[in-house]
């Protein structure tokens, strides 16, 4: 859940569906769980990103997202 509250809000979904069954977790969670890892692990440089220029006295924000 910390990346999704900290940096990647596009894995909100699946990992809240996930978390509803964390005492349970049968082989279908695991394999899911699984492919939120290898999502991660492929975008590693995809995220929000802040960016503050002193000189200029703005913010510059980036964002990615996955509208799939």
């Known amino acids: 859940m ?5 940096t ?4 909100g979904y699946p ?4 978390s509803r069954f964390l005492i349970n ?3 279908q ?7 939120v890892f ?3 692990a ?5 995220g929000l990103t802040y960016t503050f220029l002193p000189s200029v006295n703005t913010l510059n ?3 990615y997202s996955d509208s799939d």
């Open 29 to 35: 969670h695991i394999e899911a769980a699984n492919r």
């Open 15 to 18: 990992l809240s569906v996930l």
């Open 38 to 40: 290898r999502y991660l």
């Open 61 to 63: 924000l980036t964002a």
């Open 25 to 27: 977790l049968g082989k």
């Open 2 to 6: 910390y990346a999704f509250v900290q």
């Open 42 to 46: 492929i975008n590693l440089g995809i």
């Open 8 to 11: 990647r809000f596009n894995i």
